[in-house]
């Protein structure tokens, strides 16, 4: 029996790794990836779609949809800083025996480490509970904690590393992440 993709949701937001290595192990488990990351967006479209209407004028659902288009892309370009970053603190030894394997049990590692930080978004769900939040001083400070957990979970889930190597790759890619929100103002998950 398939386990519902709102308890995958809340178990890889209690960063179960459990729930990070079916991720990694299954190649179906991409479906339930995007799945988490549009209900992510939901949460977060609906926590913002009240302002925007307010603020701008603009319909609810024209904000719920351009939240989910952008949240499905952020998740891409994460993924795909992430891979070089996996490559750079995984032993090429380790990551030529478990990577480049013509199994199929085994997808190639860009494909596993989106799976892996699909389920990696759940924090930023709790981006919908800003109302708790008006001065927004300590909810994105949460977010950006819980994200870098759920980070260093997906690499120890993606690859064939050591705990201190997953949390170097994690620290790296929040790093490039906040230099690139810093620099241009884009806000990556």
């Given at each position: 029996?398939?386990?519902?993709v709102?308890?995958?949701?809340?178990?890889a937001l209690?960063?179960?790794r459990?729930?990070y290595e079916?991720?990694?192990?299954?190649p179906?488990?991409?479906?339930?990836?995007v799945?988490?990351?549009?209900i992510?967006?939901?949460?977060?479209?609906?926590?913002l779609?009240?302002?925007?209407s307010?603020?701008?004028?603009?319909?609810?659902?024209?904000t719920?949809?351009v939240?989910?288009?952008?949240?499905?892309?952020?998740?891409?370009?994460?993924?795909?800083?992430?891979?070089?970053?996996?490559?750079?603190v995984?032993?090429?030894?380790?990551?030529?025996?478990?990577?480049?394997?013509a199994?199929?049990?085994h997808?190639?590692?860009?494909?596993?480490?989106?799976?892996c930080?699909g389920?990696?978004t759940?924090?930023?769900?709790?981006?919908?509970?800003?109302?708790?939040?008006?001065?927004r001083?300590?909810?994105p400070?949460?977010?950006?904690?819980?994200?870098?957990?759920?980070?260093?979970?997906?690499?120890?889930a993606?690859?064939?590393?050591?705990n201190?190597?997953?949390a170097?790759?994690?620290?790296?890619?929040r790093?490039?992440?906040?230099?690139?929100?810093?620099?241009?103002?884009?806000q990556?998950?």
């Amino acid at each position: 029996m398939k386990t519902p993709v709102f308890q995958r949701l809340f178990q890889a937001l209690l960063l179960r790794r459990s729930v990070y290595e079916y991720a990694a192990r299954e190649p179906d488990s991409w479906r339930e990836a995007v799945a988490v990351v549009c209900i992510v967006a939901l949460a977060e479209g609906l926590s913002l779609s009240d302002v925007v209407s307010k603020e701008l004028g603009v319909p609810a659902a024209l904000t719920l949809f351009v939240v989910m288009a952008y949240d499905l892309v952020c998740w891409l370009l994460v993924g795909l800083l992430a891979y070089p970053i996996g490559r750079l603190v995984t032993p090429r030894a380790a990551s030529t025996a478990v990577f480049d394997d013509a199994d199929a049990d085994h997808a190639p590692d860009l494909r596993r480490l989106l799976r892996c930080f699909g389920f990696g978004t759940a924090p930023v769900v709790l981006r919908a509970f800003g109302f708790l939040d008006p001065s927004r001083s300590w909810l994105p400070m949460l977010v950006g904690t819980w994200l870098f957990a759920s980070s260093f979970v997906a690499y120890r889930a993606a690859l064939p590393t050591t705990n201190a190597r997953a949390a170097l790759a994690a620290f790296l890619l929040r790093a490039t992440i906040i230099v690139i929100h810093l620099t241009t103002g884009v806000q990556l998950l």
